[in-house]
């Protein structure tokens, strides 16, 4: 049962719970799949809100429903609307409440990081969410992970592409000052892989690679925290035994080239890129290290998200519509297509499709399919946050005590999301919390220090 | 005379290009010779793995690229995407911002340095120091502090772009001949009249050379700061072809920033030569 069901259709019943025809979880859904039989547009937002307000008058003056029914069936619905309104005015009412959940700014920019992590921040635009949401906005392109920092805090972005432990480092001030940032939706989860050097071919034992030079994209990354959880695994020590260097996505690739770096945990596309210009070979994907990890995540400050709620609203319900369109396998294709040009990513299509598809070439002769390769699921889930924060402390990024469930609840937002998501119709879990198994080694959310415990390779401090 | 050098001067140019272009054209040959792979794997792979295409453009594949840029300079695909025409116009547009202040700066300052050895003495230590600092280094601390992307790549050009044209204009000034500035003092002209009629004519050429370092550095400083910051620029642009590797549209903005670089100076060299007087 939705909030924007007709209140003055005798037939209907305005309670929650399921669907008239019971082939669907919800109202919303039923009257979604209906429409797209019926090729109909959705209502326009002046017409749902209408009936948001036409409905709640009538559920108030009616609290049985069989009576609302009757009182339809006996006088008619457009009397009953002239009699409402009489006593209440449905007109000014509606004019207040869609003026309250209108967007306070309607132009906003978005940066992104030309990566296929991205895609459902890029894609929004040339696909029309944004706009689909009353939005206007621009994606702008930035020249690094350090650069989207700054401009997101200097307000000339409204919200950002970040990795997804950049917000927790920033709101917890681990290299300058803190400001409070929050994580309404998680972009990617796996779209990850090791890439190795062709010279490499025949080392490919992890526990060959001592003295062995790698590229990650920044030090607060989840590429960061895999890569050394797969060398401490294999009884590397990130530290001491290999060479850890920051290096900004497109230079990998060249970097690789010129014999500067043996290999990379970097983003898909750079991968790809690397194997399709035969400099390199896929020697392992980010999902077999932790399937569903997340990767890259939508971020904004506290100040955007008080100053501008309901802009930031409008914003997110945008990144989940992207975001659960993108999850769609058969929606891929046409996603690449639409993020490659000059103006978003600037690569071949055929490099993002190999990526986003999941049928790629290895480097090796062969070709692969993997059809999760690179996914996309928007909640927030509030264990990774906290599988971050063990990470972050491991390496001694963070130092001291750590509060793990207050900041993971404060930067990570579960719970709006979640709200946000079940009204648009899509299905969130009903937790926020999950425990995974990383490199099948079990994480249990709720004992963050025991899970820290219990590795024998940490930084020495 | 001058004719014929110049004449033979341009065969030889010409003769250099060519054999360069040459040299180039086969250095960049596709070798040809490829590992075997399975045609669905080949669909996959760039043609550099499939063909043995070189990896380093060629001149013929740059000339294409070139002419494509140089039919459509000015269109917009977004924000992201921009003609070089209009990207060449932001450049130009935050290079003559910096150029323009280091000027309003570094003119009076090095008046003032040249004409009392006190000053000189007194800044010198704080010139020297600021002097090397590489634009990279300052665009941080600026990002930091203007907060502010555009503001803080031009006050990067007016930082570095300062220091040639002070230290001109002050060895300029200081160097005027000793008897023009008796001269004037016989004549009992006033301190200011003196400056504007007799130093400067006679320290302007030294002050224009300056000029014509410092809008080479400031050119110079444009592209780097762009790359870091992003945003519109030749030296986003240089950095957005580096994302997709398109080494080809990398050497064309090398060229078009070459060439631009080179406009700049001859409009610097065409004011020197109005203020050169024979000494």
Request: hydrophobic residues 45%; glycine residues 8%.
């Amino acid at each position: 049962m939705s909030t924007f069901d007709d209140p003055f259709d005798a037939d209907r019943e305005l309670s929650r719970a399921g669907c008239v025809c019971g082939r669907h979880r919800s109202a919303a859904e039923h009257e979604r799949a209906a429409l797209a039989l019926r090729c109909e547009p959705v209502a326009s937002g002046e017409e749902r809100y209408e009936g948001v307000v036409a409905s709640a008058v009538m559920r108030a003056m009616f609290p049985r429903d069989a009576a609302r029914r009757a009182f339809l069936k006996s006088v008619g619905a457009s009397t009953a609307l002239a009699a409402v309104s009489q006593f209440f005015p449905l007109k000014t009412a509606t004019e207040a409440f869609a003026d309250a959940g209108a967007p306070e700014k309607k132009d906003l920019k978005v940066g992104f990081i030309p990566i296929t992590c991205a895609t459902p921040i890029i894609m929004g635009a040339p696909l029309g969410f944004y706009a689909k949401h009353g939005l206007n906005v621009e994606v702008v392109k930035t020249a690094g992970w350090a650069v989207v920092r700054d401009k997101t805090i200097n307000k000339e972005y409204d919200a950002a592409h970040m990795l997804a432990p950049m917000p927790i480092a920033i709101s917890l001030g681990l290299g300058a000052q803190a400001i409070p940032f929050a994580v309404p939706a998680i972009e990617n989860i796996n779209g990850q892989g090791i890439t190795l050097a062709m010279k490499h071919k025949e080392r490919r034992n992890p526990a060959d690679w001592k003295g062995m030079k790698f590229a990650i994209p920044f030090d607060y990354s989840m590429h960061n925290y895999l890569l050394r959880y797969y060398l401490a695994e294999h009884g590397i020590d990130p530290d001491t035994d290999v060479q850890l260097r920051s290096v900004p996505p497109p230079e990998m690739v060249a970097n690789l080239r010129a014999d500067n770096i043996d290999g990379f945990l970097a983003p898909d596309n750079v991968c790809q890129r690397a194997i399709y210009d035969g400099v390199g070979f896929m020697h392992l994907l980010s999902k077999e290290i932790w399937d569903g990890h997340p990767c890259c995540s939508f971020a904004a400050s506290r100040e955007f998200i008080t100053g501008s709620p309901n802009s930031f609203a409008a914003l997110t319900r945008a990144i989940l519509d992207a975001t659960a369109y993108a999850s769609k396998a058969e929606n891929r294709k046409q996603i690449a297509e639409a993020i490659a040009p000059a103006n978003y990513i600037n690569a071949p299509v055929t490099v993002l499709e190999q990526v986003l598809t999941g049928t790629y070439a290895d480097g090796l002769g062969g070709v692969k399919t993997d059809a999760k390769r690179v996914d996309f699921d928007p909640f927030p889930w509030q264990s990774f946050a906290v599988w971050m924060l063990t990470q972050m402390k491991r390496w001694g990024q963070v130092k001291g005590d750590v509060d793990y469930k207050s900041i993971a609840e404060q930067v990570y937002l579960a719970t709006d999301t979640r709200k946000a998501m079940t009204e648009m119709g899509l299905a969130p879990p009903a937790t926020s919390y999950k425990s995974f198994a990383v490199m099948g080694k079990t994480f249990d959310p709720a004992k963050p220090e025991d899970y820290l415990n219990s590795f024998k390779i940490r930084k020495s401090s | 005379m001058t004719s014929s050098l110049r004449l033979r001067a341009a065969i030889v140019s010409i003769a250099l290009f060519v054999a360069f272009v040459g040299v180039w054209h086969i250095a960049t040959r596709s070798t040809g010779a490829v590992a075997s792979m399975s045609p669905e794997y080949a669909k996959l792979m760039g043609v550099t793995a499939t063909a043995g295409k070189s990896a380093m453009p060629g001149p013929f594949d740059v000339g294409a690229k070139l002419w494509e840029h140089v039919k459509q300079p000015f269109y917009d695909n977004g924000p992201n995407d921009k003609g070089l025409g209009i990207q060449l116009g932001y450049s130009i547009a935050r290079v003559g911002l910096g150029y323009l202040l280091a000027v309003i700066v570094a003119i009076p300052l090095g008046f003032l340095i040249g004409m009392s050895p006190l000053i000189n003495q007194a800044l010198d230590p704080f010139i020297q120091v600021l002097k090397p600092i590489s634009p990279l280094a300052w665009m941080p601390l600026a990002l930091y502090t203007i907060k502010d992307s555009g503001l803080s790549a031009i006050f990067v050009i007016f930082i570095c772009s300062v220091w040639p044209m002070l230290l001109n204009t002050a060895f300029g000034v200081a160097a005027v001949r000793k008897e023009w500035i008796n001269v004037a003092r016989t004549l009992e002209v006033g301190t200011l009249r003196r400056a504007f009629t007799v130093i400067l004519p006679a320290a302007a050429p030294t002050i224009l050379t300056g000029m014509r370092i410092s809008i080479g550095i400031a050119w110079l400083v444009i592209v780097a700061a762009e790359m870091l910051v992003g945003g519109t620029g030749i030296g986003y642009f240089v950095w957005n072809e580096w994302n997709n590797l398109s080494i080809t549209n990398v050497i064309i903005a090398i060229l078009l920033i070459g060439v631009v670089g080179m406009l700049l100076d001859q409009i610097l060299a065409r004011f020197t030569r109005m203020v050169t007087f024979p000494e």
